[in-house]
């Protein structure tokens, strides 16, 4: 893989791991494992979809921090908030987005100054901007 796709990749997992999911739901209805209930479920918004594009996004910069901020950062209680919405960061709620975004908020100005101004001027940055609006509203 090169270093471009593997920076595509990351950013398509969550989306792939919803659209796997949703697979795998589908065919335990369809093997009588799961009423149809199960899938009635509305489609997510885009405030969704943000958020979960906010995962990946944050994922990939924070590993631009300084090691001792990463590893002070991985044995953290904040660590445990974080790596539990990550995992899952379509199913975390409100209350769950908006720790997940104030540590994230907290930490990616641990990054170097060069890394943040990279940042600020990435697409990226309107979709961090835009999740933590929606999150402090």
């Given at each position: 893989?090169?270093k471009g796709q ?49 995962v990946s996004i ?51 100005g641990q990054m ?26």
């Amino acid at each position: 893989k090169s270093k471009g796709q593997t920076g595509k990749l990351k950013k398509l997992k969550p989306a792939l791991k919803a659209l796997i999911d949703e697979r795998k739901l589908i065919m335990s209805v369809l093997s009588g494992e799961e009423s149809i209930d199960a899938i009635a479920t509305e489609p997510a918004d885009e405030a969704d979809d943000q958020f979960v594009q906010l995962v990946s996004i944050v994922d990939d910069l924070l590993g631009k921090m300084p090691e001792d901020a990463i590893d002070e950062f991985l044995a953290s209680d904040d660590f445990e908030i974080y790596k539990e919405v990550a995992s899952a960061p379509g199913d975390a709620d409100k209350s769950q987005r908006t720790n997940f975004f104030e540590i994230v908020d907290s930490k990616l100005g641990q990054m170097p100054e060069d890394a943040i101004n990279e940042f600020i001027s990435s697409d990226d940055f309107a979709i961090y901007q835009s999740v933590g609006s929606e999150l402090r509203s």
